[in-house]
């Protein structure tokens, strides 16, 4: 029993590490080289460096989300936290090792702009998947719940940036993002089914 959770635990963070992978790969290939902002902690750490380009986008979003685990430590719970705690650390981590490694070049907006959407979406996807998030407002809840507070985080973006063009590029990747998020986390159907996140989760399976 103990090595068959031992096997999950490890697929899991398998799992979680090429996700991390793919979200660095999406924001620096895709986001960053056009002027998008993926939202949450992430754009705000966006903002941040646009005044102090001294501070590294990851290295941001690690500090930013150090107070948001300590006060989820008790409404998430130890193993949770420590899980979200390596996907957020890596995935900044990465951000800037694949920025610092690879200056890529921009693209035509709207390639950028649906790529980065659907490889984001899969990378969220894949996180929410395995119970666990890269931090900020932007992956607490999934989907639409936090729409609203990334578009308006992406208004902020374009005013300080002064562009409108790449706003509404990036507001298009953010509702594709998503829609591939729920795809890959609900499937087709959303209406039979129930996220729930619990140290108790034998207890909760077998009142199922």
């Known amino acids: 029993m103990k090595k068959k959770k031992l096997r999950e635990q490890v697929k899991s963070y ?34 941040i460096n646009f005044f102090a380009p001294i501070l590294p986008v990851g290295t941001m979003v690690i500090v930013l989300n150090v107070p948001l685990f300590i006060v989820g430590l008790k409404k998430f719970g130890f ?35 649906l790529y980065g959407g659907v490889t984001l979406g899969i990378a969220s996807g894949l996180l929410f998947r395995e119970e666990t998030t890269t931090g900020g407002s932007e992956r607490l809840s999934i989907g639409n719940i936090c729409l609203g507070i990334d578009l308006t985080i992406i208004l902020i973006y374009a005013a300080v940036f002064r562009s409108l063009n790449n706003a509404l590029y990036g507001a298009l990747a953010l509702y594709i993002t998503t829609k591939v998020l ?18 108790k989760y034998e207890e909760i399976m077998q009142e199922m």
Request: aromatic residues 14%.
């Open 14 to 47: 398998i799992i979680v590490t090429l996700a991390c992978v793919l979200y660095a790969l999406s924001f620096d290939w895709f986001y960053a080289p056009n002027g998008f902002t993926v939202g949450g902690f992430t754009g705000i750490s966006q903002i």
């Open 79 to 113: 193993a949770f936290l420590c899980k979200s705690i390596y996907t957020m650390t890596l995935s900044s981590i990465l951000i800037d090792v694949v920025a610092a490694i690879h200056e890529f070049a921009p693209m035509d907006p709207l390639l950028a702009c």
């Open 182 to 199: 729920d795809l890959v986390v609900y499937g087709q159907n959303t209406a039979k089914v129930a996220y729930i996140i619990s140290d």
